[in-house]
């Protein structure tokens, strides 16, 4: 810390992103992306926009918004896109939350929520997960504060059904509630091509105008690399999080970012295949890991948080980090005993599986 | 605005970007892009990327921050790449002003200036630019107070002396200069291939703990739209602002962009011959106008200030808004009998002044 640092972030704690190894080939198991390339068009829509880089981007970028508002069933004027969810989460908590405001969410979920309360000087509470690490909405009920939800829960993996979301966004009429939904698209549903999935908050949109809910091009739409979020809401709260977004960094979105998110948005059918396998492949990987006797959480995102009684959280991460597979280990007391797995690959969660069995035959 | 906006924001008003009609085709000079498009190993680079952006950016943007320190004959520890120009300053105003440490800045310059003030509760106060439109440095000595001064300067173009920027760095060492320097590449120097333009700041890094230098890639390299810009400074305060980015937007620049910006830099040639051709485009603008009775300021940027006796700021604009010509109108006392007009290519500019001819005509 300079001598210069103003006293208002001396205590700031950054966010601690996953690890970006760059000394050996790993397989990557650890940061949520997606094993997938985008897809033809969306590269080439990137590649194309390359060349007209010397004009700046738009700072509307109307093109992009209405594909997403037409998508999920919005208007143009409900729907903010940012440098990823990153970004619209810190202008949803700058926004409605401040020194009188706070903000409430579970004690274990993202680890950027108390960065951001910290950056904006919101005092924030956390109230404790379930001991099956299950959310209770009843406790979000009613309290008049401003919440914050991911939904699935991270690193949980464990969904909130739809109707305990709205309780709380109802109960909490004079608060803004924010439902984190980077993991949505990997909810189980059934039948085939959907505009919207069933478990998604943005479902709720048309009846709470203090609901705001955020998504991730990072994960199902294989855009992590390229930074695309964006929040949906009442066109009131949009205006508010745009006031934000001109005070900040108007033109937040660039041109080749925004074309990609465009044409990924045109190619569901590739995003729901891909969503599908991530699905599938889910299930098998936790079948096969309770057959080795590992205790898996349900998950209904591209993550499995596990653990097994016969060694340490951190001892498997280590054990697999030698075999040449990142996971993602917390070193809290809650969450020591567990890891945070990737849904890759099939291939990838082979080798996952591999290993975990020739480290067990160790032990 | 709604009734869940924080009343910290109730009075904040955003910046207004220039405006970017999408009803006709316009000859765009009112945004200061540049007339030339990225080079092709830029464009190559940024296309072969977008097939990679399934994985997160790397949240050092290494390969890219080392290429630049390189280039300003700096260390990695000394720069910090940001998603436009407009994030290092929105972190710089952050990190180092507050409540009880105001900033200070001339009364015509960047307009986002009072607005990174404003979203961040910071008390500023403004110094008058001379009659001639020049900065008075003497004003800003030993003032001790935080300082952010656009060199050259905008929307006047007029650069400040190396020894005049030192002697404001050097009489407020308790205090942090930032000195903006996204038009700095257009000032007219003798020789060929410098690694570092004489007029910058960047000249007087290795001196002073308390200077910031901003760059941005969006004018002299052609990236408007791929949104990259940069700090560079003591390891301390590039500490600082990374403690500020990474609770902000850890991967705050995406992997496209970087490709882009790593292989601008390295293409240096292409970029010298640019900005050598906008400054000779500079000059016979000047002229040519000058012949046709404008006053024109002495600019360094590639944009020109002007005015005529013979019609006023606004009419001007207007009738060449009718000819298809969109310049930059700024309706303050001082600045309104004014236009600022980006330099664009020869063509741009010979269709800029017959259609002022034009204009004149008919008055």
Chains 1, 2 share one sequence.
Not at 145 to 171: C, F, R, Y
């Amino acid at each position: 810390m300079s001598k210069f640092l103003s006293s208002k972030f001396s205590s700031l704690t950054p966010y601690t992103p996953g690890e970006q190894p760059k000394e050996r080939k790993y397989i990557k198991l650890n940061t949520n992306e997606s094993p997938f390339p985008p897809s033809e068009p969306v590269i080439k829509a990137a590649a194309e926009e390359a060349g007209n880089v010397m004009l700046y981007s738009d700072p509307e970028s109307r093109v992009l918004t209405e594909t997403v508002a037409k998508r999920y069933g919005l208007n143009f004027e409900n729907v903010l896109m940012t440098n990823g969810s990153d970004e619209i989460l810190n202008f949803a908590f700058m926004a409605f939350s401040d020194e009188n405001n706070p903000i409430v969410f579970p004690d274990i979920t993202y680890g950027f929520y108390p960065v951001f309360a910290q950056l904006n000087h919101i005092p924030y509470e956390t109230i404790p997960l379930e001991d099956d690490f299950t959310i209770d909405y009843k406790k979000y009920c009613g309290i008049n504060k401003n919440i914050v939800i991911a939904n699935p829960n991270a690193p949980t993996g464990i969904l909130m059904p739809l109707s305990e979301v709205e309780e709380i966004v109802k109960s909490n009429q004079n608060n803004v509630v924010i439902i984190d939904e980077a993991y949505i698209d990997f909810c189980e549903f059934d039948g085939d091509l959907l505009d919207v999935n069933p478990a998604s908050a943005v479902n709720l949109l048309g009846k709470y105008d203090n609901l705001i809910v955020t998504q991730t091009f990072s994960k199902s739409r294989s855009l992590a690399g390229a930074r695309l979020g964006f929040g949906m809401a009442s066109e009131a709260l949009i205006n508010d999080m745009n006031t934000i977004k001109y005070s900040t960094n108007p033109y937040n979105v660039n041109r080749m970012t925004a074309a990609a998110g465009t044409a990924a948005i045109l190619d569901d059918e590739y995003f729901m295949k891909n969503c599908k396998t991530i699905i599938e492949t889910r299930k098998y990987v936790k079948a096969e890991l309770e057959a080795e006797g590992f205790k898996v959480l349900p998950s209904s995102a591209n993550f499995l948080f596990i653990k097994a009684d016969y060694i340490s959280g951190e001892e498997l991460y280590t054990e697999l980090r030698k075999e040449g597979i990142l996971v993602r280990h917390f070193n809290t007391p809650r969450l020591k005993s567990y890891n945070r797995v990737t849904v890759g690959s099939k291939e990838e969660m082979d080798a996952f599986l591999t290993a975990v069995r020739k480290i067990k035959n160790k032990e």
